[in-house]
């Protein structure tokens, strides 16, 4: 069973940057981002990006993409969020997420880290 590590959360101001970083306890998986925002319940995480085991295809959702960079280093296991011009919206708990296959579906696969708490000030 995979183990899910995320890291590097924190406070910024509206239009800076944050780096997210998840670290898996064993790697060769699709994995992906989601995010669900205060006072929302699990069920209504919300996808916020994906990226194959290879690296080759990146998925996005439409209120991040531009803005958002996902990648991965297969050596180290771990796959990074960059997070630009963010805005107050994007405050939330972002999870890292993967079913131990090659496919991260828009509800996420079954295992997923403890999330890293995002708060973007206005």
């Known amino acids: 069973q995979v183990q899910l590590v995320e890291s590097g959360g924190g406070l910024v101001q509206a239009g800076g940057s944050l780096r997210l970083s998840c670290a898996a306890s064993?790697?060769?998986?699709?994995m992906g981002w989601f995010r669900q925002a205060p006072g929302k319940e699990r069920k209504e995480r919300e996808f916020v990006a994906s990226i194959s085991w290879s690296g080759g295809r990146t998925y996005y959702a439409d209120s991040v993409e531009g803005r958002f960079t996902i990648s991965r280093d297969n050596a180290k296991n771990t796959v990074y969020l960059q997070m630009n011009s963010l805005k107050p919206e994007d405050t939330a708990v972002y999870y890292c997420?993967?079913?131990?296959?090659?496919?991260?579906?828009?509800?996420?696969?079954?295992?997923w880290g403890k999330g890293t708490l995002v708060t973007v000030s206005s």
């Open positions: 064993e790697g060769s998986y699709a």
């Open positions: 997420n993967t079913d131990m296959n090659n496919y991260v579906g828009p509800q996420g696969g079954s295992y």
